[in-house]
Nanobody, 122 residues
Framework: QVQLVESGGGLVQAGDSLRLSCAAS????????MGWFRQAPGKDREIVAG??????YYSDSVKGRFTISRDNAKNTAYLQMNNLKPEDTAVYYC?????????????????WGQGTQVTVSS
């Protein structure tokens, strides 16, 4: 089992950058696929990015602006967000599962953090 704690959210202006961090408990962090999701008010939770070893996935809306990475020695995953837009405003969640492939559905992920708010003003 793994516990996840996000940090790094905040209020920024359009065009700014933020880096979210996800600290994970446990000794087998490297065995987990990590994902970043977001949920805006009134909308469904959606995947933003995922990482399995060195393989990555990005949603079309963030491709070229966001970068997911992980440091297994620090049990931490990151989401670097550049050129932020007002439509990126949401609560961002870190999630994890242990299994095959790099999955992108909410239901595929077993462990979730509490979320961190990102607000981008125009």
């Amino acid at each position: 089992q793994v516990q996840l704690v996000e940090s790094g959210g905040g209020l920024v202006q359009a065009g700014d950058s933020l880096r979210l961090s996800c600290a994970a408990s446990g000794r087998t962090f490297s065995n987990y696929v990590m994902g970043w999701f977001r949920q805006a008010p009134g909308k469904d939770r959606e995947i933003v990015a995922g990482i399995r070893v060195s393989s990555t996935y990005y949603s079309d809306s963030v491709k070229g602006r966001f970068t997911i990475s992980r440091d297994n020695a620090k049990n931490t995953a990151y989401l670097q967000m550049n050129n932020l837009k007002p439509e990126d405003t949401a609560v961002y969640y870190c999630a994890a599962y242990r299994g095959l492939g790099l999955r992108v559905s909410v239901s595929d992920y077993d462990y979730w953090g509490q979320g961190t708010q990102v607000t981008v003003s125009s």
